[in-house]
């Protein structure tokens, strides 16, 4: 029987693809990496420089073209500021800062108008600039950051589909945020906020999560999102729908807003002026304190019933 030599009892290198290329693994210094990388971007348009360790764009990338870049994912890595060579790749579509550092957003962002995603979560923005509102973007992903307020000029982006601002301190949405005609997805859970805007109701959201707030009232016009399909609202002091009602979902929640339109709609308009000006109203009319309580008491069968039956909802309750 032939014995194997010393050349070929060894046993054969481990290697690793990279995008078709063969290279011993472990043979490979961090250099020659990430040349490889550069190397693939300029040939393939994706610039792959995840999880690297990076504090600063390479500066070896000055020796590729990288104008044609589409894709470039510079996530999990120490940057503390988007670099500006990003902004200057002007064919650029999907830009991945997940992970990093970042405290501020340079204005030369304008230049990628061919944007339409940016993941900024997991950084340390305290803000996002204005210009960013100027950009073609479909998804916005800016969770789990500093943030305590969004750009008045958020409604611009009439192209946006999906905004995740989750994890931050928001206590307030902007005004134009019901300008976002084409938004579906709206994720703000885990922030700061006490009021929903009445604005979005005429969105065509399909998702909405807003948990984990202070939120205390459903607005009833929410009762027209026809398009939503799933409502996230768990850790909010609701009152309104009240909590027996929200545990039963989006179904329930949707009838007793329903409801409350009805009863709003049926409401004489003296029951919306403040205390004061009623107890004006019952010294100076024609009638008595007495006469007002007899119209009160006639008109008291108006009401919804209650489900047990227990009680009618008088309509004219305060």
Do not use: W
């Amino acid at each position: 029987m032939a014995t194997l030599g010393p050349e070929s009892a060894r046993p054969p290198p481990l290697v690793q693809l990279v995008s078709g290329f063969q290279a011993p693994l472990g043979n490979l210094p961090p250099s020659r990496g990430l040349e490889r990388a550069l190397e693939e971007a300029a040939a393939r348009g994706a610039l792959i420089l995840s999880a690297r360790k990076l504090k600063e764009f390479p500066r070896a990338a000055n020796n590729h073209d990288l104008a044609d870049t589409v894709d470039a994912d510079l996530s999990k890595n120490r940057l503390s500021d988007v670099p500006t060579e990003i902004c200057h790749l002007v064919a650029l579509e999907n830009l991945n800062l997940y992970h990093n550092c970042i405290r501020t957003i340079p204005d030369a962002i304008i230049c990628l108008q061919s944007l339409t995603s940016l993941n900024l979560s997991r950084n340390q923005l305290c803000s996002l600039p204005s210009c960013l509102c100027n950009l073609p973007l479909r998804v916005l992903n800016a969770s789990n950051n500093k943030l305590v307020n969004l750009p008045e000029t958020i409604g611009q982006l009439h192209n946006l589909m999906e905004l995740d601002i989750s994890c931050n301190e928001i206590t307030a949405l902007p005004r134009h945020i019901g300008r976002l005609k084409a938004l579906r997805e709206l994720n703000v859970r885990r922030n700061l906020l006490c009021v929903l805007p009445e604005d979005l109701a005429s969105l065509p959201l399909v998702k909405f999560d807003f948990s984990c707030n202070k939120v205390s009232t459903i607005p009833v016009c929410y009762r027209k999102m026809k398009q939503l399909q799933s409502l996230q609202l768990e850790n909010n002091p609701l009152q309104s729908p009240p909590a027996q009602i929200c545990i039963k979902g989006k179904v329930h929640i949707f009838k007793y807003l329903s409801m409350e339109a009805c009863r709003s709609e049926k409401m004489p308009d003296a029951l919306y002026l403040p205390v004061i000006d009623r107890i004006n109203l019952s010294r100076t009319g024609a009638g008595s304190v007495e006469d007002m309580e007899q119209q009160r008491k006639q008109d008291s069968d108006s009401g919804v019933g209650s489900d047990n039956g227990d009680k009618r909802l008088s309509a004219t309750e305060v």
